[in-house]
């Protein structure tokens, strides 16, 4: 391993931009030392006026292998992770098969990863219907935390819980003090907007409304109160759930909330009918709520935001229909975190340190690795990413790394330029090239 020092005019350490050299040494940030520091011994690479940031870290990714390695895979995926300055990623339970229910599952999925490991994976276990007694067995196996559905996930082996399952695994998760993440839609069964105009748009946002996220939401503040089981609100879209969300946090609750990029970054008056690329759940709503997820995010009610990259093949989607009913529901945008986030954050004037509070810093204490990721400070990983923040690009397929070159980013122009990614002080990534591949680590809590 290769020590180094990078000297930047724009280093983000958690006290704000400051002109340094950040020496990396045995996989770790050894030093934060003044910018005209030339430490003596290690080769100094001078970035200029580059902007150096923590690692980004997306605990919120469905990687889909093994078993729907055709939708998305490890070497995809993490590939993918280290051109958008990747350097952590937290897979999902669901979309592979078998899903993250079991020990015995679990193995299968770290197995799957041999040999197409190129950033750092955790893996979030599954609560489902009769699963209890594998929460404790998962948790000594090394899990992040669980995640759960209130309704109904997509995948047949992943059904939602219910209140009384959820009852069965807080406390365990409470005596661990593991997160519980939550997609947060109690919904009805009424199908009848599957009878109207399928490739509207407007149509099916109106089959997912707030009052779903809200209940779901309220259901889950209540549990939270009684367990003091530490929950996570995943991909919040609904405006109204912000007000309990704050009232909640007031209280000390242990109650974190994440939203994605794309309820930040685009509206309900973007999206045209057909465009399933767009489809996701919960769906994107209308402009006067996405300023108030803004609002919420900047306060410090929103603790972060995370892709819920959920990739699948293109005939999946239904691209050439455009029938919202059936295409599947999921944004792929995992490469495209950091730069689609900025570009709709410095309009509204959010700042790097910003930046690297909401995809470094807080995803890093969901996932219980904030005594080492997350941060640009003596002791923490050496996962680091040079941005070139005022240069812009437009998003084409062929510079996709995902499987599928398929996401509502497509000619979008965003700022943000990834030039080059660390791990564990490795030099992973210099654009346009992957430059040290097959560095990723399996993480456990």
Not at 50 to 64: E, F, M, R, S, W
Not at 95 to 121: D, E, F, W, Y
Not at 275 to 299: G, H, M, V
Request: proline residues 7%; negative net charge; aromatic residues 6%.
């Amino acid at each position: 391993m290769l020590d180094l020092a990078l000297k930047s005019r724009r280093v983000v350490c958690p006290d704000g931009v400051r002109e340094a050299v950040v020496v990396l040494q045995g996989g770790r940030i050894s030093h934060v030392l003044p910018h005209d520091a030339e430490p003596p011994g290690v080769p100094l690479v001078d970035v200029g006026n580059l902007a150096v940031l923590p690692g980004v870290i997306d605990p919120h990714v469905h990687i889909n292998e093994p078993g729907r390695t055709d939708w998305e895979g490890f070497d995809t995926a993490t590939r993918a992770a280290l051109a958008g300055g990747l350097t952590t990623l937290v897979d999902m339970p669901l979309n592979s098969a078998p899903v993250t229910t079991s020990v015995a599952n679990l193995a299968i999925k770290r197995a799957a990863t041999q040999g197409q490991l190129h950033c750092n994976v955790g893996f979030w276990g599954g609560v489902v219907p009769g699963n209890a007694g594998e929460i404790e067995p998962l948790i000594t196996a090394g899990v992040l935390g669980f995640k759960a559905f209130l309704t109904h996930s997509g995948i047949a082996d992943f059904p939602n819980a219910t209140e009384a399952d959820l009852r069965q695994v807080m406390p365990v998760l409470a005596r661990h003090g593991l997160p519980l993440l939550v997609h947060c839609e109690l919904s009805d069964d009424n199908d009848a907007w599957k009878q109207n105009d399928h490739r509207s748009y407007p149509n099916y946002l109106a089959s997912r409304p707030k009052e779903w996220e809200d209940d779901a939401v309220a259901m889950m503040i209540r549990l939270c109160e009684e367990f003091r089981c530490p929950v996570h609100i995943v991909h919040l879209s609904s405006a109204n759930s912000i007000a309990p969300i704050a009232a909640a946090k007031a209280k000390g609750l242990p109650l974190t909330v994440e939203t994605g990029q794309h309820y930040l970054y685009f509206n309900a008056k973007d999206i045209a009918d057909g465009q399933t690329q767009f489809k996701c759940a919960p769906p994107i709503r209308e402009k006067a709520n996405n300023d108030q997820l803004w609002a919420a995010l900047q306060s410090g009610i929103i603790d972060f935001v995370a892709t819920d990259h959920s990739p699948a093949p293109p005939d999946l989607k239904q691209l050439e229909s455009g029938d919202f009913a059936t295409a599947w529901g999921g944004i792929a945008s995992l490469q495209l975190a950091l730069p689609v986030l900025w570009t709709a954050a410095r309009r509204r004037g959010a700042t790097l340190p910003d930046l690297a509070r909401w995809l470094s810093e807080n995803p890093a204490k969901l996932a219980g690795l904030s005594q080492r990721k997350g941060k640009i400070a003596p002791g923490f990983d050496a996962d680091l990413v040079v941005l070139d923040p005022e240069k812009t690009f437009v998003v084409s397929e062929e510079m996709i790394q995902h499987k599928h070159k398929v996401s509502p980013y497509i000619c979008q122009e965003l700022a943000g330029v990834v030039e080059l990614t660390f791990m564990g002080g490795e030099q992973v990534y210099q654009r346009p090239a992957f430059t040290h591949l097959n560095q990723g680590k399996l993480l456990t809590r």
